[in-house]
């Protein structure tokens, strides 16, 4: 019978471990704090930045949200963010993506401090994840599929594994996350030829595509363990990457959509924040 590998149980577990931490802080007078800048009034991003303000309360990550204008000016945002990377009572900051056009994303992303990068967005940040220096903090997606294959006992090493997608938010880093838990990893993508013989022969498979369900049963076999890091809208439902009724029945263990990788992202984000500022203050 097949396994759902439900988020809530891990993200309890990560926002334990945060408050202890927390807990070690508040006594030396330090209150771990989170800046969010949004930029505009996406839906998206608001609902984003609600799950994470709800998470840091829930943990007492305090949060400071910094909403501009949509039409703020490339200078303006920096000079927003440079006083931000300044500011000692700021330990992380999330800056949400994407930006309006008119705004240079890649200048804004490597503006930020890689000290406070909590979503490991900066060449800084993704460094450390590739040459396992342990500096920076990986993106909390990628970090979350390791926390609930860790969770859940799930043993990366000698496995292979098989990733589906090379972005820098999931595919990339995840690929390192699992090398440095001793798996032996391949990465898939549009140009693979063949893709579901290459996903078949999985032990764990982390489905970072993008595309609602676009995972079928043919990607699949037995006894694998499926993280499904897809979030996806089909006829105003949720789904993941994979289609999770073909995949019931062939799978060992998997991830739901909604209530898997979402739901432990914000706490590994939170985590983040809490170890920002105690590398800060150390």
């Known amino acids: 019978m097949v396994t759902e590998l439900k988020g809530a149980p891990v993200a309890a577990a990560i926002d334990e471990r945060s408050q202890k ?81 008119h705004l240079d994303g890649e200048r804004v992303r490597l503006a930020l401090s890689p000290d406070k990068d909590v979503d490991g967005i900066t060449d800084g940040s993704l460094a450390g994840v590739f040459t396992g220096s342990g500096k920076g903090f990986p993106p909390c997606t990628a970090q979350a599929c390791i926390e609930i294959l860790d969770h859940y006992g799930v043993e990366c090493k000698g496995k292979r594994a098989v990733v589906i997608g090379r972005s820098l938010v999931v595919g990339k880093p995840v690929s390192m996350l699992l090398m440095a838990k001793n798996a032996t990893v391949t990465v898939c993508h549009t140009r693979t030829v063949d893709m579901p013989s290459v996903t078949r022969n999985a032990d764990i498979l982390i489905a970072a595509a993008g595309k609602a369900k676009a995972i079928g049963a043919e990607f699949l076999s037995e006894n694998q363990t499926v993280i499904d890091v897809g979030i996806n809208f089909l006829d105003g439902a949720m789904c993941g990457d994979v289609d999770y009724d073909a995949a019931l029945p062939v799978v060992s263990a998997i991830t739901p959509v909604p209530g898997g990788v979402g739901t432990v992202t914000t706490s590994v984000l939170v985590n983040h924040v809490v170890q920002a500022a105690t590398r800060i203050n150390d």
């Open 21 to 101: 931490e927390l807990t070690a802080l508040l006594e030396r007078g330090i209150s771990p704090t989170l800046a969010i800048v949004r930029v505009g009034e996406r839906e998206d991003d608001l609902a984003y930045e609600n799950g994470a303000v709800k998470r840091c309360e829930k943990v007492g990550v305090a949060v400071s949200r910094i909403a501009l204008p949509e039409n703020i000016s490339q200078t303006e945002l920096l000079k927003k963010i440079e006083a931000l990377n300044s500011d000692r009572l700021i330990h992380g900051i999330l800056i949400l993506m994407p930006l309006p056009k």
